[in-house]
């Protein structure tokens, strides 16, 4: 696995098969591009099927998303992103993703802890960088990918 522990100051490549996809079920998948446990950081994409949902949630620092193909919304809101849409979430926002079209791909940039959520508003359970990082390796080799080379500090 390649790390960014140490300090550099030449800009670090990570070309297009550089990082797999892997399959999170379901035709929906998943690939980590960066961790960077010091500053909550997580840069993951995603392709999404239709029908897709991913439980309501928070999180406990701001997202950005760029969407490059498809489309999918927030349940709790009227806009929907489609190719070209950018979204900001600031830290604490709640809402509930869903897909609405095939093959729909997605770049998020988060920082902090996603914090998923019951009916209730309890949280439920936790994801962040690090543990989003130890399962995107797990399923990579598992899926015969090998340990992807995934940006880590």
Same mark, same amino acid.
């Given at each position: 696995?390649?790390?960014?522990?140490? +300090?550099?100051?030449?800009?670090?490549?990570?070309?297009?098969?550089?990082?797999? @996809?892997? &399959?999170? $079920?379901?035709?929906? #998948?998943? #690939?980590?591009?960066?961790?960077?446990? /010091?500053?909550?950081?997580?840069?993951? %994409?995603?392709?999404?099927? +239709?029908?897709?949902?991913?439980?309501?949630?928070?999180?406990?620092? +701001?997202?950005?998303?760029?969407?490059?193909?498809?489309?999918?919304?927030?349940?709790?809101?009227?806009?929907?992103?489609?190719?070209?849409? @950018?979204?900001? &979430?600031?830290?604490?926002?709640?809402?509930?993703? &869903?897909?609405?079209?095939?093959?729909?791909?997605?770049?998020?940039?988060?920082?902090?802890?996603?914090?998923?959520?019951?009916?209730?508003?309890?949280?439920?359970?936790? @994801?962040?960088?690090? /543990?989003?990082? %130890?399962?995107?390796?797990?399923?990579? %080799?598992? &899926?015969? @990918? $090998?340990?992807?080379?995934?940006?880590?500090?």
């Amino acid at each position: 696995m390649s790390t960014l522990a140490t +300090p550099t100051t030449e800009a670090v490549h990570r070309g297009r098969d550089d990082l797999p @996809f892997v &399959e999170i $079920g379901g035709g929906n #998948k998943l #690939k980590v591009i960066q961790v960077d446990a /010091g500053l909550g950081l997580w840069i993951v %994409e995603n392709i999404f099927q +239709p029908g897709y949902t991913v439980q309501t949630h928070r999180h406990t620092g +701001p997202v950005y998303a760029y969407t490059t193909s498809g489309a999918w919304h927030y349940q709790e809101y009227d806009d929907v992103n489609r190719a070209g849409s @950018f979204l900001y &979430e600031p830290a604490g926002s709640v809402h509930t993703l &869903e897909c609405l079209e095939p093959d729909t791909q997605v770049w998020f940039q988060m920082y902090g802890s996603n914090l998923n959520l019951d009916a209730d508003g309890n949280v439920e359970s936790v @994801f962040d960088g690090p /543990g989003t990082l %130890e399962a995107y390796l797990a399923l990579a %080799e598992a &899926e015969g @990918f $090998g340990r992807p080379p995934v940006l880590v500090a």
